[in-house]
């Protein structure tokens, strides 16, 4: 039997994360939630989301009845597992670093594009399941649409966030709210 680890929106500007766990024989997916907030000031700088990762994993893994020394895990190599990587070699149990794709990867990605929809109201046609920068973008120009009332929203623990982006996203903020752009303005 083998369970696969994968994860969403750890890397994106807005919004919750999800990870996504798939018992790959029965189809059944368990999903957890790492809010918003986890990566944000202190949070983030004490890693918590790392923390909080591992919790989630364990509780997945107790709610599929993961059995130790008869199963596999496939886990996403991406560095938000890397407590639990940790975790897995402390404990003996028997994963392998591993690309995520099809069923797992796009129903944990949906998660999060649903998340972004229907919970932040994010209703730009550009949006989609693919990663970078190109829904970078499309969650930054979000943002800026409405800068001090989204601003809560945005995993600002991110370095560049504090260093690059916000600044840049207040300029945008204001630029169109100026007189000559707000009768084009359209805030999604």
């Known amino acids: 039997m083998t369970i696969e680890i994968d994860d969403a929106g750890t890397g994106d500007l807005v919004g919750n994360a999800f990870i996504g766990l798939l018992r790959k024989e029965t189809d059944e ?3 957890k939630t790492l ?16 923390k909080k990762t591992l919790d989630l994993v364990n509780e997945g893994l107790r709610e599929l009845d993961f059995i130790k020394y008869k199963e596999k895990i496939l886990i996403c190599r991406g560095n938000i597992f890397d407590e639990v ?3 897995f070699d402390e404990e003996g149990i028997l994963y392998e670093q591993s690309i ?3 069923k797992l990867q796009d129903a ?9 929809r229907n919970d932040l109201g994010i209703k730009s046609k550009k949006l989609t399941k693919r990663s970078g920068a190109k829904r970078y973008f499309v969650l930054f120009n979000w943002v800026s649409y409405d800068f001090y009332n989204r601003e809560k929203y945005v995993k600002t623990g991110f370095k560049k966030w504090n260093t690059i982006w916000r600044e840049r996203a ?10 000559r752009h707000t009768s084009g303005y359209k805030s999604n």
């Open 29 to 31: 997916i368990i999903f």
């Open 35 to 50: 809010p918003v907030e986890l990566f944000q000031s202190t949070n983030w700088k004490n890693k918590i989301p790392y």
């Open 85 to 87: 990587r940790n975790y």
């Open 100 to 102: 995520i794709e099809g």
């Open 108 to 116: 944990v990605e949906g998660k999060l594009i649903n998340h972004l």
């Open 170 to 179: 207040i300029e945008k903020y204001k630029k169109l709210k100026s007189p």
